[in-house]
């Protein structure tokens, strides 16, 4: 019946959600194996504008996050781990845009599952108490737009809930990725000072 043409709409727009967000978390979490070794050499050489510039060339968001920090060199070890902070805030937050539309989805699809069943019902009893006879086949049609519709709904909420899991996931690994090497960077501050 009708109902299905939103859960339709749903699904694409799930569908839509998940593929944007795959492919920008995907891209935003990759790191270059070298990247903290780069900084490192650069910061024990004491090039401080080289290793902004090379933050500046990689596209990533670690690299966002320790240029932050080395914009705020010279400041106490606490001032840049608040600049580090902040800046991985923002990048959590672009991440995660959009998430909670996906969410919603899981949860709206299986109502409007339900809507179908109880249209699907009404449209049933309506035809039974005009027909002058009942025939199993408009009780059987009736019965069928509930079931199909009803597992639409469920099946549309099953796939964007395993979908907006599997974004969290990869997010939670992202920022894992991003506190470990932040704090390899803050490491890496200390360095020179223990050296001297």
Same mark, same amino acid.
């Given at each position: 019946?009708?109902?299905?043409? !939103? ?17 920008? $978390? ?7 194996? %070298?990247?903290?070794? /780069? ?7 004491? /090039? ?12 990533? !968001?670690?690299? %966002?996050?320790?240029?932050?920090? @080395?914009?705020?060199?010279?400041? !106490? $070890?606490?001032?840049?781990? *608040?600049?580090?902070? /902040? ?34 019902? $009404? ?24 079931? #199909?519709?009803?597992?639409?709904? @469920? ?6 809930? #395993? +979908?907006?899991?599997? @974004?969290?996931?990869?997010? *939670?690994?992202?920022? %894992?990725?991003?506190? $470990? #090497?932040? +704090?390899?960077?803050? *490491?890496? @501050? ?7």
């Amino acid at each position: 019946g009708y109902v299905m043409y !939103p859960i339709l709409f749903l699904f694409t727009a799930a569908l839509f959600l998940f593929i944007e967000r795959y492919l920008y $978390i995907r891209k935003t979490s990759r790191i270059d194996e %070298n990247f903290l070794h /780069n900084i490192n050499e650069l910061l024990l050489a004491g /090039n401080i504008q080289g290793a902004v510039t090379y933050c500046k060339n990689s596209k990533f !968001p670690i690299a %966002n996050l320790l240029e932050r920090g @080395l914009g705020r060199l010279g400041s !106490p $070890i606490r001032d840049i781990e *608040d600049a580090i902070e /902040n800046k991985a805030k923002l990048e959590i937050y672009n991440m995660e845009k959009n998430l909670g539309i996906l969410s919603s989805i899981a949860r709206i699809a299986p109502m409007f599952g339900f809507l179908g069943t109880v249209t699907g019902m $009404i449209r049933t009893f309506h035809n039974i108490s005009t027909s002058n006879k009942i025939e199993i086949s408009t009780i059987a049609s009736g019965i069928y737009e509930k079931m #199909v519709t009803s597992a639409s709904g @469920l099946i549309v909420g099953i796939i964007a809930y #395993v +979908m907006y899991t599997l @974004l969290t996931t990869m997010i *939670d690994r992202s920022i %894992n990725k991003m506190e $470990i #090497v932040a +704090m390899d960077f803050i *490491d890496l @501050l200390h360095k020179p000072a223990n050296k001297k």
